[in-house]
């Protein structure tokens, strides 16, 4: 068993998951920007992972499957109208249009994202300590 493509794998999650953090992190930053350089209100960026599968040069022939990050999508749905004439972004009817972005939602996604990130930094610990008995046992 080679433990380095192992390693690779868990590597790929850890990077792929990573994103996912950032960009949930993103989302909560930006939960009350009603305007951004583009104009209007940020809208949620959404990342989606796919399988890849790597090139292993082994006996059996199998290949291996690691997961990458496939794009950062934004969420097109419209956002909330608050009543608030007050605000600079208000129009002349006195609503201002918010962001998309669900509290609710992202903190499920970060505790979700937290928890495979920390799974996959598991397997990683594992793998090498799994290499340092193999080599306590030439001694």
């Not at 990342?47 to 496939?70: D, I, N, P, Y």
């Not at 969420?75 to 249009?97: E, F, K, R, S, W």
């Amino acid at each position: 068993m080679n433990l380095i493509s192992g390693i690779d794998i868990t590597a790929s999650a850890l990077n792929a998951q990573k994103t996912r953090l950032d960009i949930v992190a993103q989302n909560i930053a930006n939960a009350q920007t009603t305007r951004t350089p583009n104009g209007g209100p940020y809208q949620r960026q959404v990342v989606s992972f796919e399988s890849e599968l790597l090139k292993h040069e082994g006996k059996s022939g199998a290949s291996l499957q690691s997961v990458k990050v496939a794009q950062v999508t934004t969420d097109h749905t419209p956002g909330q109208q608050v009543y608030n004439p007050q605000h600079p972004d208000a129009g002349p009817d006195g609503l201002v249009t918010m962001p998309n972005v669900n509290l609710s939602y992202e903190m499920v996604d970060l505790i979700t994202a937290s928890r495979a990130f920390e799974a996959n930094l598991s397997v990683a610990k594992n793998a090498r300590q799994m290499a340092m008995k193999t080599l306590e046992i030439g001694k």
